[in-house]
């Protein structure tokens, strides 16, 4: 019986020891370059014209997007459906930040089952976005640059 005593004793202590060590660390932050992504937040409406490409023909798409930082603020998520040429198209697109890159990795989903992954750099007021997508059985290199008169 003092054999139990000792081991439940034991566990008590070591089980405050643990619960002392994780309310005294601070929960991690995320890193400051995240809230350059912060002006993106909210309900959107767009209007764009596509040049034609292996991605589709050439034509004028509106659409709507909502965006939210997510998981405590280290990823900037957008869920978007846009009306043109290509017909109706869903999707989302999940932002993040590698502080050792220095950059945004970028992902987005469609609805038609295409992924496209790249990153973003931030350079003052201009987004520049290059990565993978794919397109009838082809990869390609894309491209976009981003100016946003409302980042500092």
Not at 82 to 95: M, R
Request: charged share 15%; hydrophobic share 35%.
């Amino acid at each position: 019986m003092q054999r139990f005593h000792v081991l439940l004793f034991t566990l008590v202590a070591f089980s405050a020891t643990v619960i002392q060590a994780q309310q005294s660390t601070p929960a991690p932050q995320p890193d400051p370059a995240l809230q350059r992504l912060v002006v993106y937040v909210g309900q959107w409406t767009y209007k764009l014209e596509y040049q034609p490409g292996p991605f589709g023909l050439a034509g004028k798409a509106s659409g709507s997007a909502v965006s939210e930082m997510i998981l405590g603020g280290y990823f900037l998520h957008f869920q978007w459906r846009e009306h043109g040429v290509a017909g109706e198209l869903e999707g989302l697109d999940v932002l993040g930040y590698d502080p050792q890159n220095k950059n945004y990795p970028v992902s987005w989903y469609q609805n038609d089952g295409s992924l496209t992954f790249g990153t973003c750099v931030n350079t003052g007021r201009t987004f520049q976005y290059s990565g993978k997508a794919a397109a009838g059985g082809k990869q390609y290199f894309t491209r976009v640059t981003k100016r946003s008169p409302r980042i500092s």
